[in-house]
Every structure is written in C-alpha cells, then in structure tokens.
Nanobody, 122 residues
Framework: QVQLVDSGGGLVQPGGSLRLSCAASGSIFSIDAMGWYRQAPGKQRELVAAITSGGITNYADSVKGRFTISRDNAKNTVYLQMNSLKPEDTAVYYC????????????????WGQGTLVTVSS
C-alpha cells in the first residue's frame, strides 16, 4: 500500500516562510507527477503547484514568484518552499502523487497525503 506523509505546516506571520515536505512510502517503483493542493475553510480544494518526474513545474497564479516546488525522485519526496506568505495562504495543504506504480505491480491513479495546516496570521 502506498502512503504519503506530509509535514511542515504551522503558524507563521505575514511575510514569513515555511517549507512543506511530503514523503511517499510503500515499495514504490515510479511516480509520475507530484504536487500540492490546498483547501481553505468554506472553499474548494485548489491546485497550488505540481512537478513531473522530469522536473516540469506548474503553479497557481496566486503563488507564482512566492512558492517553489521541488522533488527528490530518489527519496520519492516532494517539497514546497513558501515565501512571502499572506493571510490568504491559510489553508490545509495536501500533497498528492499521480500514476504511482509499485514493485509488485500495483498501480494507483492518485494518492493523497493526510494534510498539514498552514496558518498565516499576526
């Protein structure tokens, strides 16, 4: 069974920084894209950033120039460096892994992490 464990959330003042991490486990053979979504209270979950296995990235307009997604394929881990945080970035952040294949031949279309809360407030 494939699992994603995300971490790194917390309380930060406006203008501050946080780094989220998400590690995948479970006899993984390959992962196509990995990324981060977020869900604020009363709002739908939205894409924040994504990265392919080849390093191609995609960002929501609201975070371009402030957030950077990166990935360590050897560790099956994805990171989100968040700088210049704003109160509107407050949300639960979820990592995802798409098109996951395991050593024993199992395949998963999408796996989600459990979520980590980011609160931006003074």
């Amino acid at each position: 069974q494939v699992q994603l464990v995300d971490s790194g959330g917390g309380l930060v003042q406006p203008g501050g920084s946080l780094r989220l991490s998400c590690a995948a486990s479970g006899s993984i053979f390959s992962i196509d894209a990995m990324g981060w979504y977020r869900q604020a209270p009363g709002k739908q979950r939205e894409l924040v950033a994504a990265i392919t296995s080849g390093g191609i990235t995609n960002y929501a307009d609201s975070v371009k120039g402030r957030f950077t997604i990166s990935r360590d394929n050897a560790k099956n881990t994805v990171y989100l460096q968040m700088n210049s945080l704003k109160p509107e970035d407050t949300a639960v952040y979820y990592c995802n892994a798409d098109r996951v294949a395991t050593m024993n031949g199992d395949r998963y279309l999408r796996v989600w992490g459990q979520g980590t809360l980011v609160t931006v407030s003074s």
